[in-house]
T-cell receptor, first 110, second 114 residues
């Protein structure tokens, strides 16, 4: 079983839609959870960083962590064509090894 | 600009060449990483350096040789690569201690082995 599971998509939505991206994981020791956005031919850019369970909001983006279900989500409200990218979830426990999902490809259609 | 700079951005090399990738971070972090990103695959961790000491070598072939002369600089020396080594090579850094331990990535080097 992979440490982190993420549906690769592709996901296509109309402009203005609410997008929900998800990852599941198997290791209950994970404490730090991240979402990255990666545009084509660029490096991943950190979007959201959460420690332990709960919600975190930043503008149109909301990250949720449910440690009891080993499930994390990223919601994008009022999606824009500029949100079209690959979204990677990542997580880590104490120490410096990061575990990444495969990424979900998102296209927002004008 | 994330504070992690990689050069070159693109590299084409023959299988008998020797080249080096460079990474520099301006964030004061104490951990640096090399990742390989191939199409349709998760990021593959290659090497981790913590306070200049290598703490992780993820069964990477010896044709990839890392070097970390100080906490701000990381190199990946390449020699006798194979076409399947063509990928995006990403450098990242993080702060190991404290509450903010997220990784920041550079823009990557797009490597093509011919």
């Amino acid at each position: 079983q992979k440490e982190v599971e993420q549906d690769p998509g592709p996901l296509s939505v109309p402009e203005g839609a609410i997008v929900s991206l998800n990852c599941t994981y198997s290791n209950s020791a994970f404490q730090y959870f991240m979402w990255y956005r990666q545009y084509s031919r660029k490096g991943p850019e950190l979007l959201m960083y959460t420690y332990s369970s709960g919600n975190k909001e930043d503008g149109r983006f909301t990250a949720q962590v449910d440690k009891s279900s080993k499930y994390i989500s990223l919601f994008i409200r009022d999606s824009q064509p500029s949100d079209s990218a690959t979204y990677l979830c990542a997580m880590k426990k104490a120490g410096n090894q990061f575990y990444f999902g495969t990424g979900t490809s998102l296209t927002v259609i004008p | 600009e994330t504070g992690v700079t990689q050069t070159p951005r693109h590299l084409v090399m023959g299988m008998t060449n020797k080249k080096s990738l460079k990474c520099e971070q301006h964030l004061g972090h104490n951990a640096m990483y090399w990742y390989k990103q191939s199409a349709k695959k998760p990021l593959e961790l290659m090497f981790v350096y913590n306070f200049k000491e290598q703490t992780e070598n993820n069964s990477v072939p010896s044709r990839f040789s890392p070097e970390c002369p100080n906490s701000s600089h990381l190199f990946l020396h390449l020699h006798t690569l194979q076409p399947e080594d063509s990928a995006l090579y990403l450098c990242a850094s993080s702060q190991e201690q404290g509450s903010n331990t997220e990784a920041f990535f550079g823009q990557g080097t797009r490597l093509t082995v011919v």
